[in-house]
């Protein structure tokens, strides 16, 4: 079973997320793993961040693989078991910017529905229509890479938990210490569409998708 949960910062989507994780694999005497997407090179409060989740998670019995690119590298240990994995917003960051990126030629599917348009899940990167044709291609090209990769990661687990940050109802600009709004930069644009269309078509192959909102699990799909 394929699990989407989304949430801001702070919401409480982490916790959900290991709850849910820690009843599956205790019901079905399931193996419990944790993969870590976010790079210990990030700079900026990423050693407090990573240092904050391994406390949340100590004593739970999750084994921690830390892969921050490149899922279909990623054999699991053991087959069968739960896999959390955190977040799709790390991942998609890493994919694009972590290395030299060039546009990607890929199959598209365009019977999917998508989440955000239909109001499904209420978060698009609505800042994000005003990028040209071919950076949006190129985005939504790059989403659709980091999907399959999760679909090689769900083929090994019996039960997959995507943990997603939700960012896109904040204002699409910074406020500037004069007040004045500076719109975000193009790779911050490019960042968001990616993330909105991998969270949309991995919300399609989902059994079930939650928002969460201050602290409450809302569902989504069910």
């Not at 990607?104 to 609505?126: H, L, P, Q, V």
């Amino acid at each position: 079973m394929n699990f989407l949960i989304t949430g801001g910062e702070a919401s409480g989507k982490s916790a959900y997320a290991e709850k849910i994780a820690l009843e599956l694999a205790q019901t079905e005497q399931l193996p419990l793993f944790y993969v870590a997407t976010l790079d210990k090179e990030s700079g900026g409060d990423t050693a407090e961040r990573i240092e904050k989740h391994k406390n949340m998670r100590a004593g739970k019995g999750f084994e921690t693989i830390e892969q921050t690119k490149n899922l279909k590298k990623l054999t699991l240990p053991q087959k069968n078991g739960v896999v959390l994995l955190e977040d799709l917003g790390n991942l998609c960051a890493n994919e694009l910017f972590s290395t030299p990126t060039s546009p990607i030629a890929i199959e598209r599917d365009d019977t999917n529905t998508n989440y955000a348009s239909s109001g499904k899940i209420k978060s698009t990167a609505s800042g994000a229509a005003n990028l040209s044709a071919s950076v949006t291609v190129f985005a939504d090209g790059v989403a659709q890479k980091i999907v399959h990769s999760l679909d090689f990661l769900a083929a090994q687990a019996r039960h997959f938990i995507v943990v997603s940050p939700d960012i896109f109802l904040e204002p699409q600009t910074f406020i500037a210490p004069d007040g004045s709004e500076i719109p975000f930069s193009t790779d911050l644009l490019i960042f968001m569409q990616t993330l909105a269309s991998a969270c949309n078509s991995w919300a399609e192959k989902c059994e079930n998708v939650v928002q969460i909102v201050a602290g409450i699990p809302v569902p989504v799909k069910e």
